[in-house]
């Protein structure tokens, strides 16, 4: 039994990582991510009880109490917290991934260094890339929490000499971590762990609110990263390959997210997107035209009498929590006849994924859902566009106005349908702080009022028709 156990717990973790593997791999689509969800839950449950029985484990007393701990907070967040603040929560959970791993690279440190034994190079390379990343996560999650959460303002947050800190900053992690390679000093590592909790701080302040799917998307790639680098550290192959994967599906999403704006991550870290410029149009003129404006009872007529009508949801129909309204609105539509799509893109709100997460909450069926790529093809033959709360992602100076900061984005083709309505509180920009062009197309016109008032009278007149 002894002999069996080490190769047991082994073939434990291969499974677990096989659930992981297919659990991502069905999480890409939406008909099968709730399926996905749950394998990589039972590979996680699989890995937990694999290492509950290694015999590394010191008390599983303190196991059992952190594990109830865990659960009682984990219960209750997924209760308490509003499907329209998971952005919030996601960042926030991205940030205790990040410090879990550099608390167990700060935890093995302590022990070697207390026990006096020499720390392998390749335990103490680990050791300083887990502290480096696990705590650039942990306050670069916290500040983008505070950033959706209306704590810290939105746009960027920039001072004078900031990127001269920031290299200072990096220099003398680098110069800190190459001492600690040949020498043991506590200080030294004290002083290079508040530096990397500053860089986190540092790194996310300049980001403007437009850009938070990436960065969303980017901490979690971190957290992965910082738990494998803790699994070197610890020598658990099983975080080192649950943290690889979760590092590299993050890398492939920020890079999706980054295609989906028409921008490097580079820029996205350091151009101070969404700083509140204003837009003008193609020639450099300022843009002109007229607001056309219709009440709920002309929508519904409008949307009513038609062969097909594209619904593209928005942040403005998440902080309305409208999903509910919509799919009882596009359900009554149905009955009219009426064929109804819902089109979604990548960085539409503000996580990876966050329309597909809402409408899915109101039991949209999947079969409605497309993507940009499958939907702009179509909208040339849609007879009414409905745009709730969407606005950068909808905005055609992304075609057209060169000197627009989302020149060259693509976008959600709406202004190529027959008739577009956007639903709207009022004029104000998107994130990225231009002003959008489509407001003043000839095809398109207006519903002030919240999303899920309007919707509602909008199914109201339906009713009638």
């Known amino acids: 039994m002894a002999d069996f156990l080490p190769s047991g717990i082994q073939l434990a973790y291969l499974v677990a990582v096989g659930l992981f593997i297919v659990g991502l791999k069905q999480m890409s689509s939406p008909a099968t991510a709730r399926q996905g969800n749950i394998l990589g839950s039972v590979g996680m449950l699989l890995a937990v009880v694999a290492t509950l029985i290694d015999q590394h484990v010191l008390s599983y007393t303190m196991t059992a109490i952190g594990l109830a701990i865990g659960s009682l907070l984990g219960a209750w967040v997924a209760y308490a917290v509003a499907m329209t603040d998971m952005p919030q929560m996601v960042g926030f959970l991205n940030g205790l991934g990040g410090l879990s791993s550099a608390l167990v690279a700060v935890g093995e440190y302590w022990r070697l260094t207390n026990s006096g034994a020499t720390i392998d190079p390749i335990v103490n390379i680990s050791i300083l890339l887990s502290i480096l990343i696990g705590n650039v996560t942990f306050t670069g999650s916290m500040v983008a929490f505070a950033k959706l959460q209306g704590i810290m303002p939105g746009t960027p947050l920039k001072f004078r000499g900031q990127q001269w800190v920031n290299s200072a900053l990096v220099a003398g992690f680098v110069l800190g971590s190459g001492w600690l390679l040949f020498h043991t000093d506590p200080a030294v590592f004290l002083g290079i762990n508040a530096i990397a909790l500053v860089v986190g701080v540092l790194l996310v302040i300049p980001i403007g609110g437009g850009d938070m799917p990436v960065v969303i998307s980017l901490l979690n790639s971190f957290s992965g990263l910082a738990g494998s680098a803790a699994g070197f550290v610890v020598m658990n192959n099983m975080l080192i390959v649950a ?54 009872e002309e929508a519904a007529m409008m949307m009513g009498y038609a062969r097909s009508v594209v619904i593209v949801p928005g942040y403005g129909m998440a902080v309305a ?17 009426v064929e109804v799509k819902y089109a979604i893109h990548p960085v539409a709100g503000r996580m990876p994924g966050h329309m597909n997460v809402l ?10 859902l497309y993507d940009m790529e499958d939907i702009n093809p179509q909208f040339p033959y849609v007879d009414v566009a409905l745009v709730i709360g969407a606005n950068d992602v909808v905005n055609p100076s992304a075609r057209t106005a060169v000197d627009s900061p989302i020149y060259g984005m693509p976008i959600l083709e709406v202004d190529r349908a027959k008739q577009t309505i956007v639903i709207k509180r009022g004029m104000s920009k998107g994130f990225a702080g231009v002003e959008n062009e489509l407001f003043f197309k000839e095809k398109t016109v ?17 009713k009638q028709l």
Do not use: W
């Open 359 to 368: 409408l899915a909450e109101a039991n949209v069926p999947y079969s409605q």
């Open 446 to 462: 207006m519903l002030f009022g919240s999303a899920r008032e309007m919707i509602t009278q909008v199914a109201n007149a339906l």
């Open 243 to 296: 943290g690889a994967l979760v590092g590299a599906s993050g890398l492939i999403l920020t890079q999706i997210m980054c295609k989906a704006m028409n921008r490097s991550l580079l820029s996205v870290l350091f151009s101070g997107f969404g700083s509140g410029e204003t837009i003008v149009s193609a020639d450099g003129s300022a843009i002109q035209g007229t607001i056309r404006q219709v009440d709920a």
């Open 321 to 337: 929590q409208a999903q509910h309204a919509v799919r009882e609105m596009a359900e009554i539509l149905e009955r009219l006849g």
